[in-house]
């Protein structure tokens, strides 16, 4: 081998092994823009993330009051039917002695008349409660 043939031996090899060697950075660039841009996409999804429990933390405490408020509004409802009905039965009550007292005047009975059991009367009128104000709205 000549002198010659040394040297474009030895140039086709270096230009190879340039032409590898800006091939690798090249690659390696363009690894590093990929790995950089996913970092960036896993830092912004972190922070939508948290973005995310922070909402989900806040409306987890509102539907905690709501559920306390509807558990109070259910529990006032109950007692306000509760006391209709003590209400509507001591009524009727009341109605049945009118009634009883009535038909004794009706059917010509001396006086007196029969005793009216008031006390329960008063017991259930004791007993139902009696807002000073309306309650809140729901």
């Not at 002198?3 to 091939?23: E, H």
């Not at 509102?62 to 559920?67: D, S, W």
């Amino acid at each position: 081998m000549t002198q010659l043939d040394v040297n474009v031996f030895t140039g086709i090899i270096g230009v190879i092994s340039i032409a590898i060697s800006g091939w690798l950075t090249l690659r390696g660039k363009r690894e590093e823009v990929a790995a950089t841009q996913a970092d960036a996409l896993i830092r912004s999804q972190g922070e939508r993330i948290q973005k995310q429990e922070e909402r989900l933390d806040k409306l987890e405490a509102q539907m905690v009051i709501l559920r306390r408020e509807a558990d109070e509004a259910r529990a006032r409802q109950r007692q306000a039917e509760l006391d209709a009905h003590k209400a509507t039965t001591a009524m009727d009550e009341m109605v049945d002695m009118v009634r009883g007292v009535m038909q004794w005047i009706a059917d010509g009975y001396p006086p007196p008349p029969p005793e009216l059991d008031l006390m329960a009367i008063e017991r259930v009128q004791m007993d139902l409660a009696r807002p000073r104000r309306p309650p809140d709205a729901l």
